[in-house]
């Protein structure tokens, strides 16, 4: 009678144990600090039970009962073991699991940006039109653009010693002043270009 109530007993701290163990919220130090109460309940309990047994009964059958306590407490050390490591081992997961997610985050942003910025400088270069025939997803990759028209203007224009004009010091901002009178003097032959008279 005895025995089964101690192992009915085992069985509903273990429930306990499992219970504990595998809430995500709990932090690993608040489950071990359950974990170990719960051990230490059975543990004091078993071991009292089988002393009254052995102050009942006798020396024979309360050793047998003290024999069993230990070995059920053996397992239950080993358990609250188990359950610790492996609690320790999801916590880690989860918070590499958060890590991943915001670097994954922080690169899909980037790349949105990087794709807007790659996007605007295509548009800078080439028509509207033609840099979104290129940038479809739905166009074959070899495939080059054509187009016909009924009057065309093609513009070849040469700077003098832009080469030696070019340099990247400190002073013109690592070569971004000479790229900007460059994008003025092409920003010029654009307006040009919309003037009515070269329609």
Known sequence: MFFALLQTFLLLTIISMVTCAV???LKIVLKMFLLVSLA?????????????LEAIFGWWSGS???????EDSLF??????????????????????FLWKLQATEEKE????????NRKLLANILPVHVAEHFLSR???IDELYHEQCESVCVLFASIP?????????EANNEGVECLRLLNEIIADFDELLGEERFR
Not at 76 to 92: C, D, G, R
Not at 110 to 117: F, G, I, T
Not at 161 to 169: A, D, G, H, K, R
């Open 110 to 117: 980037d790349m949105e940006h990087l794709q807007a910025y």
């Open 40 to 52: 230490i309940i059975y543990i004091v309990t078993s071991f009292s039970q089988s002393i009254e």
């Open 76 to 97: 239950v050390v080993i358990f609250v073991v188990a359950l610790i490591f492996h609690s320790h081992q999801v916590e880690a997961t989860y918070r590499l699991d």
């Open 138 to 140: 739905d166009k074959n």
């Open 23 to 25: 809430h995500q919220v």
């Open 64 to 70: 047998k009962n003290l024999t069993s306590s230990i």
């Open 161 to 169: 010693n832009f080469s030696e004009f070019y340099v990247e010091l």
